[in-house]
């Protein structure tokens, strides 16, 4: 059973740091796109940022110029490190993976984590 883990959430002043941290087995891990979105209360889920298998970046306008997602490789993990946090990036914050088909009868796999909580204080 495939699944994502995140970790990494929590409180935070405003103009302060987090890093969030999702990991995933290496057969999922490696051939998947994987990305970072939010849901602030009352407000649609959103993308924050997203990384290829082979590491190509985007990024919501939220997230431009503050926070930056990268793959580790080495522990199959997923990484968003958010700089200079605001008041509004407060959210409960879900990684997702999407692995392509891995054979002709089956289609993509997609994963969500199980949200982890971000609190920015004003």
């Known amino acids: 059973q495939e699944q994502l883990v995140e970790s990494g959430g929590g409180l935070v002043q405003s103009g302060g740091s987090l890093r969030l941290s999702c990991a995933a087995s290496r057969r999922f891990f490696r051939i998947s796109d994987m990305a970072w979105y939010r849901q602030a209360p009352g407000k649609a889920r959103e993308l924050v940022a997203g990384i290829s298998s082979s590491g190509i970046t985007n990024y919501g306008d939220s997230a431009k110029g503050r926070f930056t997602i990268s793959r580790d490789n080495a522990k199959n993990a997923v990484i968003l490190q958010m700089n200079s946090l605001k008041p509004e990036d407060t959210a409960v914050y879900y990684c997702?993976?999407?692995?392509?088909?891995?054979?002709?009868?089956?289609?993509?796999?997609?994963?969500w984590g199980q949200g982890t909580l971000v609190t920015v204080s004003p």
């Open positions: 997702h993976g999407r692995r392509p088909p891995v054979a002709i009868e089956s289609g993509y796999l997609e994963l």
